[in-house]
T-cell receptor, first 114, second 113 residues
């Protein structure tokens, strides 16, 4: 199993450009998440998807959109990139349960917006 | 919403010493508290977790304690080794609904050989 995969690994954009970050998992997990990580601020939730066909906003959703294409894939789109969106983006997935909620993270996408 | 505070932001110890990282949370409904380790340039990985019906959990050199009344939980690493050097994040969530994690701001642990 590849676990959670993300593409691309690195990206440089100019202000106003758009792009889509791709995420896929092969663990048959229902729940998927997008986080951003900024220095000294931990990871903050952008959007999440509890199951195929559903998405909901997290703590910092402004400037982003998401699509849960199917059970495996959850993409994050920046319509008009801004320097404030320079960050490392992590996708994660988990299996719902009342006992454990281990989230498995992808390798991250390092995005720079000039 | 939930808010998690983590201290200290940096921690330097000698190899073989113990390290303690502390977190407090604001939402008394939270019932799941994981700890993640993130090495430089890598993804966060779960190292230990605890549910609110348990006060302490241990896994070899790592232990987590939870005080529900005070709403704080701590990570204890004993007999530290250079490979323990990393950034450690605490998190909290409720195991129903979105179950998305609220993370602390991280602790950079440096183990000096």
């Amino acid at each position: 199993n590849a676990g959670v995969t993300q593409t691309p690994k690195f990206q440089v954009l100019k202000t106003g450009q758009s792009m889509t970050l791709q995420c896929a998992q092969d663990m048959n997990h229902n729940s998927m998440y997008w986080y951003r990580q900024d220095p000294g601020m931990g990871l903050r939730l952008i959007y999440y998807s509890a199951s195929e066909g559903t998405t909901d906003k997290g703590e910092v959703p402004n400037g982003y959109n998401v699509s849960r294409l199917n059970k495996r894939e959850f993409s994050l789109r920046l319509e008009s990139a801004a320097p404030s969106q320079t960050s490392v983006y992590f996708c994660a997935s988990s299996v719902p349960g009342l006992v454990l909620n281990e989230q498995f993270f992808g390798p991250g996408t390092r995005l720079t917006v000039l | 919403g939930e808010n998690v505070e983590q201290h200290p932001s940096t921690l330097s110890v000698q190899e073989g010493d113990s390290a303690v990282i502390k977190c407090t949370y604001s939402d008394s409904a939270s019932n799941y508290f994981p700890w993640y380790k993130q090495e430089l340039g890598k993804r966060p990985q779960l190292i230990i977790d605890i549910r609110s019906n348990v006060g302490e959990k241990k896994d070899q050199r790592i232990a987590v304690t939870l005080n529900k009344t005070a709403k704080h939980f701590s990570l204890h690493i004993t007999e530290t080794q250079p490979e323990d050097s990393a950034v450690y994040f605490c998190a909290a969530t409720l195991l129903t609904g979105r179950r998305a994690l609220t993370f602390g701001s991280g602790t950079r642990l440096q183990v000096q050989p």
